[in-house]
């Protein structure tokens, strides 16, 4: 039942998750921390940063590490599969009509509908986190990262990529118990 479930999840949040990358990760912190448990926040949050540090799609990274957390490595498979298979699908299906369509008026005003709904789902995500950091880390550390992270972004330059990592030593230097 595990192996439906991992497939189910995930194949349900990438079909929803229009346009992929960000837009799926709310739906899938649905399904992996509320719908199935199989995750807290906290942890969902940790993943979620690593994914982005690492090179390639956030997605795919994501349900490969649940995947193989819950049913090893058929889990893995099993989730990257239902990752893979929405986009996929639709590819297929869709390639002879996209030369038909791309400059229709109706197409154009439906992207441009959805992505105010990827934004207010990424910053219920991020204030979702915010809540939990602050939290389990409390005010002091949550400023000190947050003014840290954004000076050197905005002053230094220095890559997002980066900030989270120097986070995460943080994070394990100074709040691990």
Known sequence: MIYWDIFWAFF???LLGYGGG?????LIQNEVVNRYEWMSLNEFGDLFAIANVLPGPIATKMAGFIGYEMGGILGMVIALAATI???AIAVIIL???VNLFKDSPQVKLMTLSVQPVIAILLGVLAYQFFL???EKSGVLHLVI??????LVMKKLKIHPAIVIVCALFYGGIFLSN
């Open 22 to 26: 960000p837009s799926t990760i709310p």
């Open 12 to 14: 349900i949040s990438n």
């Open 85 to 87: 298979l929405p986009s």
């Open 145 to 150: 990262l947050t003014a840290a992270g954004f």
């Open 95 to 97: 390639f002879k009509f």
């Open 132 to 134: 939990s950091a602050f």
